[in-house]
């Protein structure tokens, strides 16, 4: 008797070209072929140059479906686009997102960690692999009215409401450094998919 295998899930990657949503694709098993087709719609957005016309429409167009939906903003690492940024866009023409994480910066200004809202732990990226700490005290107040916010959203949510298309987490992401690119997994391996046999 063959054991179920979880399926691959069928991700698409949608985003202006300065978004880079082909890497965004590349990296996580996607197709960058404008599909409304899928199992997860990722939409990669740069705060520097906004969501396009188009960017919106596309989003748009997963409501009627309740297609998991979520945004990974890239170009965090230019200095000029900030992640806060991105996100109040986003919440302003696309939907209101949560964000389960925020950028925390090195001593020459370049991201270099994530820190987690809901547990306050730290996801140090610098040496090249994942290392979880503590987070330091001032961080702790730093992200505090951030915190309550996002441990609200998820009270009334629920932990099902993204893979039931009904929550839109906003995740950093730099992909040459893997910042958030196992948080993106770790969302990616909560869709509920029917098992192949």
């Not at 939906?69 to 200095?79: A, D, F, K, L, P």
């Not at 290392?131 to 702790?140: D, F, L």
Request: net charge negative.
């Amino acid at each position: 008797m063959q054991t179920p295998t979880s399926p691959t899930p069928r991700i698409s990657v949608f985003g202006h070209e300065s978004a880079n949503p082909s890497a965004v694709a590349s990296q996580f098993g996607g197709r960058s072929d404008l599909s409304l087709d899928c199992d997860l719609a990722i939409f990669a957005i740069n705060a520097e140059t906004g969501i396009a016309a188009e960017t919106i429409e596309q989003w748009h167009a997963f409501a009627e479906l309740q297609t998991p939906r979520m945004i990974v903003v890239t170009g965090i690492e230019s200095g000029q686009s900030d992640f806060d940024d991105a996100v109040l866009i986003a919440n302003r023409v696309l939907d209101q997102t949560i964000t389960p994480y925020l950028v925390l910066h090195d001593e020459a200004g370049l991201p270099c960690a994530l820190i987690s809202l809901g547990d306050l732990t730290v996801r140090n990226y610098e040496s090249g692999k994942v290392v979880i700490q503590p987070c330091e005290p001032e961080h702790e107040t730093l992200v505090s009215e951030f915190r309550t916010e996002y441990l609200a959203e998820m009270e009334i949510s629920g932990e099902s409401a993204f893979a039931a298309g009904m929550l839109f987490p906003a995740i950093p992401i730099w992909i040459e450094r893997g910042i958030g690119v196992d948080i993106v997994e770790g969302f990616i391996a909560t869709l509920d998919l029917p098992s192949a046999s």
